[in-house]
């Protein structure tokens, strides 16, 4: 079924600790919604802290996920672009297009979870699926009525990722993984004084 792949998408986000209650509802919800795009089949979506076991080695883990991910939804914030992992998940999955000779991309579902000011011009040239509005802090965001809407707008995402998920490419076992450097980095804007 998976023919070399193991996941249909790699969930790729900045770890903070006033963010993980909603990366936890957000993962869950996508997984539901694109399981149900998928025709019923399970959607399988790597999520390092449902994916990484006990004693596993994460450096290696997420290489290995990458490898065998068939596309990446990254939750993109200024933050996202300052983290050396983040940003090679993100080279990993661009440099795929290449060797996969997309011409037009297509392996990367961004969601915009900030206003996009400080992201690099690279990543402001892709389409996004904005979900800014709904990015909160607060650890019961799921159970609000923001929520309802949220979920409506996560269930729309679901249908355009269905698509990159089928017409990702075949599986190659030689897909590299991009060690970013630091200056992959966007520069940092300072603040205008009053």
Not at 176 to 189: G, K, L, M, N, T
């Given at each position: 079924?998976?023919?070399?792949?193991?996941?249909?998408?790699?969930?790729?986000?900045?770890?903070h600790k006033l963010t993980t209650h909603w990366i936890e509802g957000?993962?869950?919800?996508?997984?539901?919604?694109?399981?149900?795009?998928?025709?019923?089949?399970?959607?399988?979506?790597?999520?390092?802290?449902d994916s990484i076991e006990v004693g596993d080695h994460w450096p290696n883990a997420l290489r290995e996920a990458?490898?065998?991910?068939?596309?990446?939804?990254?939750?993109?914030?200024?933050?996202?672009?300052?983290?050396r992992w983040c940003m090679s998940e993100w080279r990993s999955f661009l440099e795929r297009e290449k060797q996969a000779g997309l011409q037009s991309g297509g392996l990367v579902a961004?969601?915009?979870?900030?206003?996009?000011?400080?992201?690099?011009?690279?990543?402001?040239?892709i389409q996004q699926f904005d979900l800014s509005q709904y990015w909160y802090t607060v650890s019961n965001f799921w159970e609000t009525l923001r929520a309802v809407e949220?979920?409506?707008?996560?269930?729309?995402?679901a249908k355009h990722l269905a698509i990159i998920v089928h017409r990702a490419p075949s599986f190659n076992p030689n897909w590299?993984?991009?060690?970013?450097?630091?200056?992959?980095?966007?520069?940092?804007?300072p603040l205008q004084r009053l």
């Open positions: 079924m998976f023919d070399g792949y193991q996941y249909d998408v790699f969930l790729s986000y900045r770890r957000f993962q869950d919800r996508l997984t539901y919604w694109l399981t149900q795009e998928l025709g019923g089949r399970d959607a399988r979506v790597f999520f390092d802290i990458l490898k065998t991910s068939r596309c990446m939804v990254g939750l993109w914030s200024s933050d996202y672009f300052r983290s961004p969601i915009k979870c900030h206003d996009g000011e400080y992201f690099p011009i690279e990543a402001r040239s949220a979920d409506e707008s996560l269930k729309k995402f590299r993984v991009i060690e970013a450097s630091p200056e992959q980095f966007p520069a940092c804007v």
